[in-house]
């Protein structure tokens, strides 16, 4: 959710990660050429695809639900929505980028890759704590809330927690 207050230092982890997840991408393409084992590899694709529905909810949900004006990006919400996806997890876009980061280190298995993954998976998590902090100043007490239900990016601890409310 953006505002006025926000400048090229709270881009700056969300670049950097960028950086690290397209090299990682573009070394396993390139360089990783040995056996891998192949059940890890279709976990990694499987990875993959979860991360793009994670990815993708956001750019679906916000206009309909988030108070979005019309014409406006889907970033520009107003209102806190706490379903779909957002009952799972309070941050799908940045936890489609961990999931990403994951997929590339089971598809390739590659020491490198592993090493380029980590600390783009480290500086999207320090993004989602600085989105955390963000969302508190935009929406208050109702997001507070949220935060108590709801986490940040364990999808799984999500999924168990949203079928058990």
């Given at each position: 959710m953006p505002d006025d207050n926000f400048s090229w230092k709270d881009a700056l982890p969300s670049c950097i990660a960028g950086l690290f997840f397209i090299t990682q991408m573009l070394y396993g393409f390139a360089f990783v050429h040995h056996e891998r084992i192949v059940a890890l590899e279709y976990f990694g694709v499987g990875v993959f695809l979860l991360s793009?529905?994670?990815?993708?909810?956001?750019?679906?949900?916000?206009?309909?639900?988030?108070?979005?004006?019309?014409?406006?990006?889907f970033i520009h919400t107003t209102k806190l929505v706490d379903t779909g996806i957002y009952a799972i997890v309070r941050h799908p876009q940045y936890s489609a980028f961990i999931l990403w980061a994951i997929g590339a280190m089971l598809l390739f298995q590659d020491w490198v890759v592993v090493i380029l993954g980590l600390p783009a998976i480290l500086l999207t998590y320090l993004d989602m704590?600085?989105?955390?902090?963000?969302?508190?100043?935009?929406?208050?007490?109702?997001?507070?809330?949220?935060m108590k239900k709801v986490p940040?990016?364990?999808c799984i601890w999500g999924l168990i927690r949203a079928i058990s409310r």
């Open positions: 793009g529905v994670f990815g993708m909810a956001p750019v679906i949900m916000f206009p309909r639900k988030g108070g979005v004006e019309k014409g406006k990006s704590m600085r989105e955390d902090k963000h969302n508190i100043d935009k929406l208050g007490d109702a997001y507070k809330q949220y940040r990016a364990n």
